[in-house]
T-cell receptor, first 110, second 115 residues
Framework: KNQVEQSPQSLIILEGKNCTLQCNYTVSPFSNLRWYKQDTGRGPVSLTIMTFSENTKSNGRYTATLDADTKQSSLHITASQLSDSASYICVVRSSYKLIFGSGTRLLVRP | EAGVAQSPRYKIIEKRQSVAFWCNPISGHATLYWYQQILGQGPKLLIQFQNNGVVDDSQLPKDRFSAERLKGVDSTLKIQPAKLEDSAVYLC?????????????FGPGTRLTVL
């Protein structure tokens, strides 16, 4: 069964600290993996997309990694800011279908 | 460039009533999606249109939900009659072609509460 599992479910960190969010998937065949940021009351916004051959991709303070062998991805946030408080959703594409994770809810406190 | 527009933003109805949501995608985008997002969960695809044809509606509860995309532009999603478990945020998204690496652009969503 195609599944995307994210951990932790929620996370609280202090402003300025780093954090890493995890995404494990059992999706086949694999096409690509995307991380979205969803602010409260808003629709998701794409942060980065990773294909099979990519190991690391950065977008400002966000760095995504992909290990296609172990079917794991991570999103690392450096020097967190209050505006990073949001839900982060991992989405894996299999052929023409998208499989969404339940998200990690991040709260950055001053 | 204008984003995906949705209305209304909020809707409260009683069970067994009907409700309709409207979506205006980004101009020129061929693919339009409707998602249901229950609190604390990721979005679940309800229906995908390619221009004005349906590509995937396998998870649409067809006994109560219907959607159309007239002239391949705007779309409406209707629920009739609504149930308590339909309380959720309904997200509309669009993408240029619907291909594998296409980015989906989401609207702000409509928050539906069924009492």
């Amino acid at each position: 069964k195609n599944q995307v599992e994210q951990s932790p479910q929620s996370l609280i960190i202090l402003e300025g600290k780093n954090c890493t969010l995890q995404c494990n998937y059992t999706v086949s065949p694999f096409s690509n993996l995307r991380w979205y940021k969803q602010d409260t009351g808003r629709g998701p916004v794409s942060l980065t997309i990773m294909t099979f051959s990519e190991n690391t991709k950065s977008n400002g303070r966000y760095t995504a990694t992909l290990d296609a062998d172990t079917k794991q991805s991570s999103l690392h946030i450096t020097a967190s800011q209050l505006s990073d408080s949001a839900s982060y959703i991992c989405v894996v594409r299999s052929s023409y279908k998208l499989i969404f994770g339940s998200g990690t809810r991040l709260l950055v406190r001053p | 460039e204008a984003g995906v527009a949705q209305s209304p933003r909020y809707k409260i109805i009683e069970k067994r009533q009907s409700v309709a949501f409207w979506c205006n995608p980004i101009s020129g985008h061929a693919t339009l999606y409707w998602y249901q997002q229950i609190l604390g969960q990721g979005p679940k695809l309800l229906i995908q249109f390619q221009n004005n044809g349906v590509v995937d509606d396998s998870q649409l509860p067809k006994d109560r939900f219907s959607a159309e995309r007239l002239k391949g532009v705007d779309s409406t999603l209707k629920i009739q009659p609504a149930k308590l478990e339909d309380s959720a945020v309904y997200l509309c998204a669009s993408s240029p072609t619907g291909s594998g690496t296409d980015t989906q652009y989401f609207g702000p969503g409509t928050r539906l509460t069924v009492l």
